[in-house]
């Protein structure tokens, strides 16, 4: 093994060398260089964490027509270090008759969640912190352990608008946890793995989001129904419940509230792009280089994991600015609508997708126009829903008439 | 695989640890000058009214139980989804038949008016 051939894995079989050298067995020395390579994830995850709230505040800012962070540092990137230090500065308010236990676990509970999320996440072909073999259900595991946290925060504060945003999460969790499970059902038809490492190297020709566009965008919707962000942020609606949540926390714990609510966005755009957007495939690249045709340009390893990562990373920024663009484009959505959108047009939206692509991967698995007869399945779907909601729409409008009209004519006489 | 899970826990002690360092930092560091009128529960600068936890009517319950048939039965799913391609034709019927049950529970919970905001 070479380190310009396989980096990652070179220098742990280096450092574990060097602990054995040292006179460790085996099992601790794996431990250890296990251990600091997680380490060095986590840290990474938290350093981008932190630009993560300059881009975010950068880019609200350029939607709303302003300049955003531009004082501290060349455009503003010393802002969000400012920031933490202020937050870890700032006295910490426990409120009286807050439950003291629960109060203090849920910020850590929300990081911790997120933080989790980044043990399966691929970032190149050899940079997998694990590849568990049931990932897809991990993802949904972890990824609703940060609801827990909002409900613990908004239980524990003793405050009403904290627990009317709490309550709000609930009905929100239990809504969207559906169309996201059923449409996470359907990478795995595909693929038929649940390992997103597998699921990752099954689009080095052609993305999941081309043979399933539907679920790719009802996955994309429900994600950012589960993050409660914007059109769906009722948590925390500012006219309505102050700041929900977390209104009663203060300096690095309302902190980690905050961090982790835009990790956790980036995750998910990092979710989206390895489930439907190819995660770590570049067009062409293999793991020995380009390969354009017959022709091939050889790369040395290191290059090809380098970019990979930056293209899963990339892919994730844009996921995360998709999400961002959704949130700061959209009025909030009122929390009765917010259920019927789900129960009433997701939740059955999704189970047909499921139907068709079970039904289409099995009649089409060998034939030629696999990825054809996909695609094409789910626009008729499309077209089929489309027409549905057209037809329920008329009638509404005609039922609407029909029931203004005694009315009207009263006016006239 | 046990390996994996191993990894699994080490995240899970570290994503403990590393969340609580600034904590801890925050607690040496800040001021600490608690005063009653300070600590007392923000609710838009009014004094607050009586107790939080209060009973309280979930509007959704309803919702949460249909929650609870569709995340079990999803679960399910799973096993037949990954194995789709070594399953024969009538196995792949026989999940569609039961994805079809799940269906005919919610369109029931629909006519019924359950998906209703209440």
Known sequence: MMFWSDPINFIGAWLHSVFSGWGMSAGPAGTLVAFLGILILIVFALVLDIMLVWVERKVVARFQDRLGPNRIGPFGLIQPFADIIKLIIKEDITPEGADKVVYNIAPVLAATAVILLWAILPIAGTITAVDLNVALLFLVAAGSLGTLAIIMAGWASNNKYALLGAFRMVANMVSYEVPMVVTLLIPAIITGTMSVKGITEFQSGVWLVVLSPLAAVIFTISAIAELGRAPFDLVEAESELTAGFNVEYSGMKFGWFYASELLHSYTFGGFISVLFFGGWQVPFLMADGFHFGSALVALPGIVVTLLQAVSFLVKAMIGYWVIMWVKYSMPRVRIDHMLAFNWKFLTPLSLAVLIVTALMDKLLASTNFYVLGMFLSNVVLAWITIEILRGVGRRQRKAEETALQPAMDAAHH | ?118
Request: glycine share 6%; with cysteine.
């Open chain 2, 1 to 118: 695989m046990q390996n994996a899970w191993l990894y699994i826990g080490l995240f899970l002690v570290i994503g403990i640890v590393i969340p609580v360092a600034p904590l801890l930092i925050s607690w040496l560091v800040a001021p600490k000058k608690p005063n009653p009128i300070k600590q007392s529960t923000y609710e838009c600068g009014i004094e607050t009214v009586g107790d939080s936890w209060v009973q309280f009517k979930a509007q959704y319950y309803i919702f949460a139980l249909v929650f609870l048939v569709f995340d079990v039965e999803t679960v399910f799913l799973f096993p037949w989804a990954i194995a789709i391609n070594k399953l024969p034709i009538f196995a792949v019927f026989e999940g569609i038949l039961f994805i079809l049950i799940l269906v005919a529970g919610l369109v029931y919970a629909w006519r019924k008016g359950m998906l209703e905001w209440i």
